[in-house]
């Protein structure tokens, strides 16, 4: 075994391979970029070297800067994580050049995976199947026409050298085809620098199920069994599990048999994924093959119990295969949902900022332990920011249970207890999702969040009487808590502002709220009198009066830790308040609550000013601007695209109103925060 690796990676993958790396006793030596230099993939390993600027070309993508560093530390081995040059078969070379051990496939089979045409060719000889279509070299358009009709529409044409669904159309007849065609080799064209295309049959609701192999240097090739990533938007996995569900042995082993196939083809060796696209009926065919360990991972270790950073180590260091296919067993069933730093409400548009309040649910990190069925994989912690230069992902939340609803609930139950301010994250609408019908009946494809938009996204309503009543109970109890013992009666902090119910009882106060996702308008204020009366304990009952008459009775208040518990009606709550500003988050509920707080005595907040200014939610670039000053726009309406973090991002008009200024044209650098244009209703 290796007594000393290089990490070139960051972020959680760095962190869980130092987990593992640690455990076996191997030291580890982290790199860096200026961004990273306090991360936390750089406390947890033994050396830590700085590569460079944030960039990841100027950092992380330096091969021979990393090469170095090996060399210069001892390092026998390089983990390359994940992205960066996990599937670069140049650096792959360079290292056995440099006689040190990528741990990872040989350069020969990181290349023959990563020619779309060309390892489709190699699947088809190895007898692993393939999508019935047309994968050759006459790229005529009569013939590629003929090809088209003979397999039956709908057919998706994609470009040769594509991936990740660029340069793809679905053609769903005859008369389309000839226009597609030409489009998408143009795109090809620009995009790849090669126009050839494939034609295969459109499969219009697929699954995308991925079997894991692990190879030996002595040609020994096992799976372990597959994950189920269909869960997706646009091409972005979201949610992963295994087993997947309706899976039957003899598919099973089928899919396991083509997967190892497909790795023995092309001499594979150390980790791998071979990835299917599946039908509804449980017909499979080849897609590609990742040359890497992937982010969902996890999965697959929690329900066979496995370390498969460790089984890579034992592999890359000449080991045979730790277990033969025989001894391998799926135990339960395990979810990992993927926490980023996003806003599913703007077009899930990455949200950078710092990570202000962090509190996870109970949890172990990075490596499987079967007694605790809540894992973290995370590179971050309290105080850390979510930058611009990396993927957004703030954790993987992985959990194990018994059988799927199981595992389904404690998802569901760990994602309540996630605490999160400072950014906007995805936590609430993966909470939607794992209780989604569709999710809870595993009917699982490729399309479900696009066809469950209205559920998983649903418009800011107003909020309930129970949510107003609890916000108004946790809002005055958390001023108790923070009122100082000699408060200024002129400050402007509410907090410092006692009402003085002690003094003067009964006392009576108006509280102004509204969805915290809603626009600040007059109209989204909800109203609420409150009036106080000394409770048995230290904090005081309240009534609470609703505009349409109803009244609550808020008793037994009282502070348990950081939670507060108390009735509603006869109704039992225990919540765990957390103000942000004017925002009260209310966790603890089922389901995580935000609520603004309109305190008329304390500041007005700037967003109530700058609602018609639509800011850029983080730098990047102008891409297309959609509108002109004057023209009118319906709420909704795209205005203008950015991109930034390799992706295209809209911004959509928030309410109807009529376009001012437009200070940015296509092309322009913007600053996170700048004002893209303004917006009068
Ligand atoms: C397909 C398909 C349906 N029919 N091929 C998307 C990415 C690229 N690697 C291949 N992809 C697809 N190919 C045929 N013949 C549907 C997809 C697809 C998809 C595949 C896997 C995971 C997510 C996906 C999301 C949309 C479309």
Same mark, same amino acid.
């Not at 599937?87 to 496939?105: M, R, S, V, Y």
């Given at each position: 075994?290796?007594?000393?690796?290089?990490?070139?990676?960051?972020?959680?993958?760095?962190?869980?391979?130092?987990?593992? +790396?640690?455990?076996? %006793?191997?030291?580890?030596?982290?790199?860096?970029?200026?961004?990273?230099?306090?991360?936390?993939?750089?406390?947890?390993?033994?050396?830590?070297?700085?590569? *460079?600027?944030?960039?990841?070309?100027?950092?992380?993508?330096?091969? #021979?800067?990393?090469?170095?560093?090996?060399?210069?530390?001892?390092?026998?081995?390089?983990?390359?994580?994940?992205?960066?040059?996990?599937?670069?078969?140049?650096?792959?070379?360079? &290292?056995?050049?440099?006689?040190?051990?990528?741990?990872?496939?040989?350069?020969?089979?990181?290349? +023959?995976?990563?020619?779309? +045409?060309?390892?489709?060719?190699?699947?088809?000889?190895?007898?692993?199947?393939?999508?019935?279509?047309?994968?050759?070299?006459?790229?005529?358009?009569?013939?590629?026409?003929?090809?088209?009709?003979?397999? *039956?529409?709908?057919?998706?044409?994609?470009?040769?050298?594509?991936?990740?669904?660029?340069?793809?159309?679905?053609?769903?007849?005859?008369?389309?085809?000839?226009?597609?065609?030409?489009?998408?080799?143009?795109?090809?064209?620009?995009?790849?620098?090669?126009?050839?295309?494939?034609?295969?049959?459109?499969?219009?609701?697929?699954?995308?199920?991925?079997?894991?192999?692990?190879?030996?240097?002595?040609?020994?090739?096992?799976?372990?069994?597959?994950?189920?990533?269909?869960?997706?938007?646009?091409?972005?996995?979201?949610?992963?599990? &295994?087993?997947?569900?309706?899976?039957?042995?003899?598919?099973?082993?089928?899919? %396991?048999?083509?997967?190892?196939?497909?790795?023995?083809?092309?001499?594979?060796?150390?980790?791998?994924?071979?990835?299917?696209?599946?039908?509804? #009926?449980?017909?499979?065919?080849?897609?590609?093959?990742?040359?890497?360990?992937?982010?969902?991972?996890?999965?697959?270790?929690?329900?066979?119990?496995?370390?498969?950073?460790?089984?890579?180590?034992?592999?890359?260091?000449?080991?045979? !295969?730790?277990?033969?296919?025989?001894?391998?067993?799926?135990?339960?069933?395990?979810?990992?949902?993927?926490?980023?730093?996003?806003?599913?409400?703007?077009?899930?548009?990455?949200?950078?900022?710092?990570?202000?309040?962090?509190?996870?649910?109970?949890?172990?990190?990075?490596?499987?332990?079967?007694?605790?069925?809540?894992?973290?994989?995370?590179?971050?912690?309290?105080?850390?920011?979510?930058?611009?230069?990396?993927?957004?992902?703030?954790?993987?939340?992985?959990?194990?249970?018994? #059988?799927?609803? &199981? +595992?389904?609930?404690?998802? &569901?139950?760990?994602?309540?207890?996630?605490?999160?301010?400072?950014?906007?994250?995805?936590?609430?609408?993966?909470?939607?999702?794992?209780?989604?019908?569709?999710?809870?009946?595993? #009917?699982?494809?490729? @399309?479900?969040?696009?066809?469950?938009?209205?559920?998983?996204?649903?418009?800011?309503?107003?909020?309930?009487?129970?949510?107003?009543?609890?916000?108004?109970?946790?809002?005055?109890?958390?001023?108790?808590?923070?009122?100082?013992?000699?408060?200024?009666?002129?400050?402007?902090?509410?907090?410092?502002?006692?009402?003085?119910?002690?003094?003067?009882?009964?006392?009576?106060?108006?509280?102004?709220?509204?969805?915290?996702?809603?626009?600040?308008?007059?109209?989204?204020?909800?109203?609420?009198?409150?009036?106080?009366?000394?409770?048995?304990?230290?904090?005081?009952?309240?009534?609470?009066?609703?505009?349409?008459?109803?009244?609550?009775?808020?008793?037994? !208040?009282?502070?348990?830790?950081?939670?507060?518990?108390?009735?509603?009606?006869?109704?039992?709550?225990?919540?765990?308040?957390?103000?942000?500003?004017?925002?009260?988050?209310?966790?603890?509920?089922?389901?995580?609550?935000?609520?603004?707080?309109?305190?008329?005595?304390?500041?007005?907040?700037?967003?109530?000013?700058?609602?018609?200014?639509?800011?850029?939610?983080?730098?990047?670039?102008?891409?297309?601007?959609?509108?002109?000053?004057?023209?009118?726009?319906?709420?909704?309406?795209?205005?203008?695209?950015?991109?930034?973090?390799?992706?295209?991002?809209?911004?959509?008009?928030?309410?109807?109103?009529?376009? @001012?200024?437009?200070?940015?044209?296509?092309?322009?650098?913007?600053?996170?925060?700048?004002?893209?244009?303004?917006?009068?209703?």
């Amino acid at each position: 075994m290796f007594t000393k690796i290089l990490i070139a990676n960051r972020g959680e993958i760095a962190c869980r391979i130092a987990s593992t +790396a640690r455990r076996l %006793g191997i030291q580890t030596v982290a790199v860096y970029s200026d961004a990273d230099a306090q991360a936390r993939h750089v406390q947890m390993c033994d050396e830590a070297y700085r590569l *460079g600027p944030a960039p990841a070309r100027e950092s992380y993508l330096l091969g #021979d800067k990393i090469l170095e560093i090996a060399q210069a530390t001892g390092a026998q081995a390089i983990h390359p994580g994940y992205g960066f040059l996990s599937e670069n078969e140049t650096f792959a070379q360079a &290292a056995l050049d440099a006689g040190i051990k990528f741990i990872g496939p040989p350069p020969s089979a990181i290349n +023959a995976m990563g020619l779309k +045409a060309e390892s489709k060719r190699l699947m088809h000889e190895a007898g692993v199947p393939l999508v019935p279509g047309y994968h050759g070299a006459d790229q005529s358009p009569e013939l590629l026409a003929q090809q088209a009709q003979a397999m *039956g529409f709908p057919v998706l044409i994609k470009a040769s050298a594509g991936g990740g669904g660029k340069g793809m159309r679905i053609v769903q007849s005859a008369e389309e085809f000839a226009a597609a065609l030409a489009s998408c080799k143009r795109e090809a064209a620009a995009s790849f620098g090669n126009e050839d295309v494939l034609v295969e049959r459109y499969l219009t609701r697929p699954r995308h199920i991925e079997i894991q192999v692990f190879a030996d240097s002595f040609g020994e090739c096992v799976y372990l069994f597959e994950r189920d990533c269909s869960v997706q938007r646009r091409h972005q996995k979201v949610i992963e599990e &295994a087993p997947a569900p309706g899976m039957t042995q003899e598919r099973r082993a089928a899919m %396991g048999a083509a997967a190892v196939a497909a790795a023995k083809a092309v001499g594979y060796e150390g980790a791998g994924t071979v990835e299917f696209i599946a039908e509804p #009926d449980g017909r499979f065919y080849f897609m590609e093959m990742n040359t890497r360990l992937q982010v969902e991972h996890p999965v697959t270790e929690m329900i066979t119990g496995l370390d498969l950073v460790e089984w890579q180590l034992r592999i890359a260091s000449g080991e045979p !295969l730790p277990l033969k296919q025989e001894a391998l067993q799926i135990h339960g069933h395990a979810i990992e949902a993927r926490i980023y730093a996003e806003s599913p409400e703007t077009g899930f548009l990455p949200s950078t900022g710092t990570l202000n309040h962090l509190r996870t649910p109970h949890a172990t990190q990075f490596v499987v332990d079967i007694s605790h069925p809540v894992r973290i994989d995370s590179g971050v912690r309290e105080g850390d920011t979510i930058s611009p230069f990396y993927d957004p992902m703030i954790a993987k939340l992985i959990v194990w249970g018994s #059988d799927r609803n &199981a +595992a389904i609930q404690r998802m &569901a139950n760990a994602l309540h207890a996630y605490e999160i301010l400072g950014l906007k994250t995805n936590v609430d609408f993966l909470g939607r999702l794992m209780t989604s019908k569709p999710f809870m009946e595993a #009917d699982l494809d490729t @399309g479900l969040i696009e066809r469950d938009r209205a559920h998983l996204l649903p418009e800011p309503a107003a909020l309930d009487d129970t949510v107003l009543s609890l916000a108004a109970a946790a809002w005055i109890a958390l001023e108790q808590k923070h009122a100082p013992k000699n408060a200024d009666p002129l400050s402007a902090d509410p907090f410092d502002k006692r009402n003085g119910w002690r003094a003067t009882l009964p006392l009576e106060r108006t509280l102004q709220m509204s969805a915290a996702g809603s626009l600040p308008t007059p109209s989204a204020w909800q109203e609420l009198i409150v009036s106080y009366s000394a409770g048995r304990s230290a904090l005081p009952s309240l009534t609470l009066r609703h505009t349409k008459g109803t009244t609550t009775c808020i008793g037994s !208040l009282q502070w348990i830790g950081e939670h507060l518990s108390g009735l509603a009606g006869s109704q039992a709550f225990q919540l765990r308040p957390l103000r942000e500003a004017d925002t009260l988050h209310l966790y603890g509920l089922p389901g995580h609550q935000a609520v603004r707080v309109f305190d008329p005595l304390g500041v007005r907040s700037a967003q109530g000013q700058e609602a018609s200014r639509l800011t850029a939610p983080m730098p990047g670039k102008v891409i297309a601007v959609l509108v002109s000053p004057g023209q009118t726009v319906k709420k909704g309406e795209p205005l203008l695209v950015m991109e930034a973090m390799k992706m295209e991002h809209t911004i959509h008009a928030p309410a109807d109103g009529k376009v @001012g200024e437009l200070p940015f044209a296509v092309g322009a650098q913007v600053q996170e925060g700048a004002a893209l244009l303004s917006l009068q209703s």
